[in-house]
């Protein structure tokens, strides 16, 4: 063979390896180029609330570029909205072995993984993990707030309220009266481990934080009901009385019950007395004082409390049915028809219900954390 014919080879084989590695480059760019538009299309997707369009989308991003964290992050967290917990923790955990993470990319794969915790309700790992985050950032917004959100979930009010208290101090009236309420729950495991004394304790610095907690005063007095010092119990729902007098209602009956056992119920009808002049539109009170009233013969002034009752709430079945009686027994049967003929057309709830501002759930018992939402104070007691 001539050299001509080698050279010609030689020429012909850079060609080729020339043409190739342009070929190749090319195809590279092209690659390069469809990446961000897939990225941007599975970001407009999952905007649209088209979770199902996004999850495809980020699977091609993600095959495409598999640099691309965040559409990683993206798919993790679509798998555990589809409860598909496993999966979403196993791409969440491949990710964090990455060494070649920014450190901002690895706070956000931690995050991913907590919310894959919290969400398959393995609270114990989500603490944890929270916790590391947190010696990590203590300023750290987010995990501030979500890390508080698993201590109440899990009843660790104790942590809850070293929390909160770190974060807030005493600086915010909210803050107070959160922390007032860790304490309520934290006194509410003491008792029902029958511990009253450590109970009464908690509640007490309950109210150092919140002179108006409602619970605090209810659940103390109930502390001291349990180990029969009805005295002390009694003066605990005056408090209450005096602190919150709208919320009277919810100690009015432990109150009856609590000052007949000492002798002393006569003093119910001042107490009413008192709530009712204060708030003339108070029909709480003012229905158990028409009663004692009734009790005690005074039928006019009973009378003058039902009908006072049915001016301010004119569906307050039980003022109707009392009023109606009343009427019987004194011969006004005209007008004791005349109130029943309404109560047939109409049969409200004679009960108080407790909705929660936030989720709307309905309880016919006051709450003071949502059993649906988990939000504090949202039943505007």
Known sequence: MSQGHILAIFIAIVIIFFII????????????????????????????????????????????????????????????????????????????????????????????????????????????????LRRINQDDLWVNHKLIMQYEETQRWE??????????????????????????????????????HKARVAYKEALNYDETCIPAYIYLGEAYYREERLEDAVQCWKKLLDAVPSAGYLVFDKLERSLFELGQYGEMAEIYERISSENPKNIYALFPLAKIYEK???????????????????????????????????????????????????????????????????SPEPLWKCPQCGKLNSFDI
């Not at 060494?99 to 309700?121: F, G, M, Q």
């Not at 009378?303 to 009023?323: G, H, M, R, T, V």
């Open 21 to 132: 590695a342009l070929l190749w480059s090319k195809a590279k760019k092209e690659k390069r180029k469809v990446s961000p538009k897939l990225y941007i299309d599975a970001l407009k997707a999952l905007l649209a609330g088209d979770e199902k369009l996004a999850f495809q989308r980020f699977k091609d991003v993600a095959r495409g570029d598999p640099n691309n964290v965040d559409a990683y992050l993206k798919l993790g967290d679509l798998l555990r909205k589809r409860k598909r917990f496993d999966k979403a923790l196993q791409i969440h955990k491949e990710l964090i072995l990455r060494p070649s993470l920014s450190i901002e990319d690895k706070s956000e794969v931690w995050k991913s993984l907590a919310e894959d915790y919290i969400a398959s309700k393995n609270h114990e790992k989500a603490i944890s993990l929270l916790e590391d």
């Open 296 to 362: 005690k013969g005074m039928i006019e002034s009973a009378i003058e409390k039902y009908k006072q009752i049915l001016d301010i709430d004119p569906n307050f079945l039980s003022a109707k049915l009392s009023l109606a009686k009343l009427y019987q027994e004194e011969g006004r049967n005209e007008k004791a028809i005349d109130l029943l003929d309404g109560v047939i057309e109409s049969l409200p709830p004679a009960h108080k219900e407790f909705i929660c501002n936030q989720c709307r759930h309905k």
């Open 159 to 196: 942590d809850a309220f070293e929390l909160k208290k770190k974060l807030f101090g005493h600086k915010e009236d909210e803050a107070k009266k959160v922390l007032a309420l860790y304490k309520v729950f934290w006194g509410k495991t003491w008792a029902d481990k029958n511990e009253l």
